[in-house]
DNA sequence: ATCTTTCTTGGACGACTGTCCAGTTCATTC
DNA sequence: GAATGAACTGGACAGTCGTCCAAGAAAGAT
């Protein structure tokens, strides 16, 4: 049976995650105009419901702010494939709409993505966060992986290529079309998505 | 003929340049320990035989100074191919002294090549020294071709990528090869020489 | 030796940083 | 309705930051 004190206290926590994830929102949308380097802990606060002091309330620290917030964007970001794997019932589909969501998201979400290659290259300098980062690289090359062994699949033949090989592929070409498209290069998410056709073509 | 005034505007203009670049490369050693975020001017000048204050006698500002930095680092970087081009006789003798190369740099100016990658995500903030991370993009993108041409006329097949998706694809497979050596993989050098030589053998 | 220009210093400035905390408001419980 | 604890505020703290500048040292020219 569930006593008064713990269902208080069950929804004491929710609301707790529900204020943590809400204020990672925030701190996603500043974070991803302005950049880690520039991004005090007084803008994020302003650009939620609560004051600069709170978030030491939710938060241990700024770090550990950030990697909630950079989980709550990526870890979805690596599942939006899911669908497409288990759908597609040839190769050239899967390619198709593999490219076609990379497209998009690098054009709707430029600054969010922006801001992950930002945070990485921060965790490489010894941040608190990069536990976290590692996590979701682990995330993202899984994600690849499953794409280029289902296409192997769909193709008939296995994929000549190791996961960490494919994600550092994959990632390189993402991450140079975000560079092109932040440049002004507006042809960059139509490129990408032949490019990442092409590489699938080769990866079998 | 040379007057007096032109020869001590010489002098000095020859002082001038040369403070500079060893002011660039006190930088360099202080901004790829500690990363851009991270790194003031007084610390560079703690590096430096000079005092902070003498920093904006040289330079226009942080940014010149930084853009100055990695400057002198990178470009000398995309010429380190060069001799390699020229002089390898066939198209494995180029892809092993490539390989080589790149495993050697990426073991031995592991922390300089992290600040590279650090300074090209924060120009895409809209850091002054933009201009010149494209510069030395440009060169970079120029030496992957010239390796990747070079390589299909060995081989007598012309190569089946465009210079910036070859550019890209090695550039991941590097960037990757980093983090994965920054967080302790030993055998990542080895494994980028093997990736890099397969990724040659898969353009032609 | 004196004057002038170049060079260098270290402190001052205002703005900003993450963290902490005394005090206040709010919701919930008895 | 009083009491209790959670939730929240905004200011204080000790730093650091890039930039600027008056003053002095060094070097060079006359």
């Given at each position: ?9 069950r ?7 529900a ?7 925030s701190a ?7 950049g880690?380097a520039?991004?005090?802990l ?8 609560l004051?600069?002091?709170?978030l030491?309330y939710y ?17 979805t ?9 288990e759908t597609?019932v040839d190769?050239?589909e899967l ?11 690098l054009?709707e979400e ?10 990485r ?15 979701i690289?682990?995330?993202l090359?899984?994600m690849?992986?499953s794409?280029v062994s289902?296409y192997g699949?769909?193709?008939?033949s296995?994929?000549r290529?190791e996961?960490?090989?494919a994600?550092?592929?994959?990632d390189?070409?993402?991450?140079h ?8 290069d ?9 490019e ?7 990866a079998?």
């Amino acid at each position: 049976m569930t006593t008064t004190t713990e269902r208080s206290a069950r929804s004491h926590e929710d609301k707790f995650t529900a204020r943590r994830m809400m204020l990672a929102q925030s701190a996603l949308t500043a974070l991803a105009e302005h950049g880690f380097a520039d991004t005090g802990l007084r803008e994020i606060a302003h650009n939620s419901a609560l004051s600069h002091g709170s978030l030491h309330y939710y938060f241990d620290d700024k770090d550990d702010l950030i990697a909630e917030a950079v989980w709550a964007f990526k870890s979805t970001c690596a599942r939006r494939y899911d669908g497409i794997v288990e759908t597609a019932v040839d190769c050239t589909e899967l390619a198709t709409r593999v490219g076609d969501t990379m497209a998009t998201t690098l054009r709707e979400e430029a600054a969010l993505h922006r801001l992950w290659y930002d945070l990485r290259t921060q965790a490489l300098f010894g941040r608190g966060f990069g536990s976290t980062i590692a996590r979701i690289d682990d995330l993202l090359r899984e994600m690849v992986w499953s794409i280029v062994s289902r296409y192997g699949e769909l193709h008939g033949s296995p994929p000549r290529f190791e996961p960490a090989f494919a994600y550092a592929l994959v990632d390189g070409l993402f991450q140079h079309a975000l560079i092109s498209f932040l440049r002004g290069d507006i042809d960059a998410p139509e490129r990408l998505q032949r490019e990442c056709a092409a590489l699938l073509a080769s990866a079998v």
